[in-house]
């Protein structure tokens, strides 16, 4: 950046978003708004109607400090420390995942496969990270009974920062699967799970913002990417009351194994749903009622 002439909003974002796209960002202009917005805290509207404001220095500073960890790939979720998800704002670092559109469908299923149970529903969600979707289906219908587990402490702490922020009831876990949930065994309506499922090619070519700063071990599935993805299905009946929906977000591609893995464990009524770009990314089934 050089000084001879004032760096207004309009011109910080012109230059940042030319050099964060140099350097590999398919949403530059985007990133840099929301960094800029971030700094100056004012939403990204603000920005164009004092397009024409001089930063200070102070605030030139700031933003040349995030830009730069930006520019090395640092997730813009992680640079400003939220992500929305379902009409909410979650808490997350790198501690977590950055929760995606794709996983809301995941609780649309949840939603919708569970509507007969609305008032009674006994749900868990598994591998919760942010926990973003037990949140979610909390605040969607009050009168569920949520818990949520996940192997990582530091996940957990990030979960619960966000129940707190969303004063969403939910039991957490620490839990390898169901290793230390034995004591529900039979109980739960629904399971729901983003669980590891990149296989190693995939995980080869993970974009830098994912392969450097993401938790690989919410990430990557094994040489097929199935590797969770086949415990859990060996485990879950007997976890689900009968009739019981367990419901979880794959890879694209993988869709029709994994739907054979779910008949294989003997579910039925076993459907896929795709995501905003047409790839079969929730699987769900029923156990027999």
């Not at 917005?37 to 404001?53: F, G, K, N, Q």
């Not at 689900?240 to 993988?254: H, S």
Request: glycine share 8%; aromatic share 6%; hydrophobic share 40%.
């Amino acid at each position: 950046m050089s000084a001879e002439e004032p760096w207004t909003i309009a011109r910080v974002l012109k230059w940042a978003a030319g050099d964060l796209s140099s350097h590999g960002s398919d949403s530059a202009r985007l990133d840099a708004e929301l960094l800029l917005a971030m700094v100056l805290e004012c939403d990204r509207i603000r920005l164009i109607v004092d397009s024409e404001r001089p930063l200070s220095p102070e605030e030139l500073a700031n933003y040349r400090a995030l830009h730069k960890r930006r520019r090395k790939g640092e997730p813009v979720a992680y640079l400003r420390g939220e992500r929305d998800f379902y009409g909410r704002t979650y808490f997350v670092d790198a501690r977590v995942l950055v929760p995606r559109p794709e996983t809301e469908h995941l609780v649309e299923v949840a939603l919708r496969r569970t509507r007969h149970l609305s008032l009674s529903c006994r749900s868990l969600d598994l591998c919760t990270g942010s926990g973003c979707v037990a949140i979610t289906l909390k605040k969607e219908r009050p009168t569920t009974c949520v818990l949520a587990s996940d192997v990582s402490t530091d996940a957990l702490w990030v979960a619960q920062k966000n129940c707190l922020r969303h004063s969403a009831v939910v039991g957490l876990y620490r839990s390898d699967l169901y290793a230390r949930l034995e004591r529900f065994a039979g109980s739960f309506d629904l399971i729901t799970a983003n669980p590891p499922y990149i296989d190693a090619p995939g995980m080869a070519e993970l974009p830098r913002d994912v392969a450097d700063f993401e938790p690989h071990l919410a990430l990557d599935g094994g040489e097929d990417g199935l590797d969770f993805i086949r415990r859990l299905l060996r485990q879950t009946p007997t976890m689900l009351a009968p009739g019981g929906v367990l419901a979880i977000e794959i890879q694209a591609g993988q869709a029709e194994r994994v739907v054979g893995l779910f008949g294989e464990a003997g579910f039925n009524d076993v459907a896929t749903e795709r995501d905003y770009g047409g790839h079969e990314r929730i699987v769900s089934g029923t156990t027999a009622s």
